[in-house]
């Protein structure tokens, strides 16, 4: 079955600890992004990937590092995370970016973060 | 820069009525992409149709059709007879076409009571 898969689903943890949520597609697709959804503020693109190794900034990018090694996977890393980024967030792959003639992202089925 | 506006951030209806989600958007560039995304309460984000700028047809799909119009900046979505169903969140988004972002607006709570 064609999927975007996220883990942890909901974690709690406490300021300054590192934390990484995970990202895999089993699509191949090339483009894959993370996203923050707040309320009233929808959601925003963190940062994305365009394939191996090819990464770059989205909106807010403050606090978070991604890295591409592999093309299945794109943890989102948060290396001193704050109260500010307790949200919810989710990925998204694409076969390529969604500025393609046919492409439609597929998200993941979010992770629920609180940073006490 | 662009944008999207949705500017209705709640409403309710009861069952059987028609209701309409309003999207506006914003960019210079002349090529571009349209999207609607239904996300129910259980949370996940579920794909309703894609638009590319130089496609003005209005779309019909069921009880959801969309209307698109450049010369307001509009992406409007009307479901047609509500259901108890269609209660959800409901995001616009903006692509632009060889530009690697995607922009959402910051949605419309429906509640579609019986």
């Known amino acids: 079955e064609a999927q975007v898969t996220q883990n942890p689903r909901y974690l709690i943890t406490v300021t300054g600890k590192k934390l990484t949520v995970t990202c895999s597609q089993n699509m191949n697709h090339e483009y894959m992004s993370w996203y923050r959804q707040d309320p009233g503020l929808g959601l925003r693109q963190i940062y994305y990937?365009?394939?191996?190794?090819?990464?770059d900034k989205g909106d807010v990018p403050e606090g978070y590092k991604v890295s591409r090694k592999e093309k299945r996977n794109f943890p989102l890393i948060l290396e001193s995370p704050s109260p500010n980024q307790t949200s919810l967030y989710f990925c998204?792959?694409?076969?390529?970016?969604?500025?393609?003639?046919?492409?439609?992202?597929?998200f993941g089925p979010g992770t629920r973060l609180l940073v006490l | 820069a662009q944008k999207v506006t949705q500017a209705q951030t709640e409403i309710s209806v009861v069952e059987k009525e028609d209701v309409t989600l309003d999207c506006v958007y914003e960019t210079r560039d002349t090529t571009y992409y349209l999207f609607w995304y239904k996300q129910p309460p259980s949370g996940e984000l579920v794909f309703l149709i894609r638009?590319?700028?130089?496609?003005?047809q209005n779309e019909i799909s069921g009880r959801y059709s969309w209307n698109f119009q450049k010369s307001t900046s509009s992406f409007n979505f009307t479901i047609t007879a509500s259901q108890v169903v269609d209660s959800a969140v409901y995001f616009c988004?903006?692509?632009?076409?060889?530009?690697?972002?995607?922009?959402f607006g910051s949605g419309t709570k429906l509640n579609v009571k019986p």
């Open positions: 990937s365009m394939n191996v190794e090819v990464t």
């Open positions: 998204a792959s694409s076969l390529r970016p969604p500025s393609g003639a046919q492409e439609t992202q597929y």
């Open positions: 988004a903006l692509s632009i076409y060889n530009f690697n972002k995607f922009y």
């Open positions: 638009r590319n700028s130089f496609d003005e």
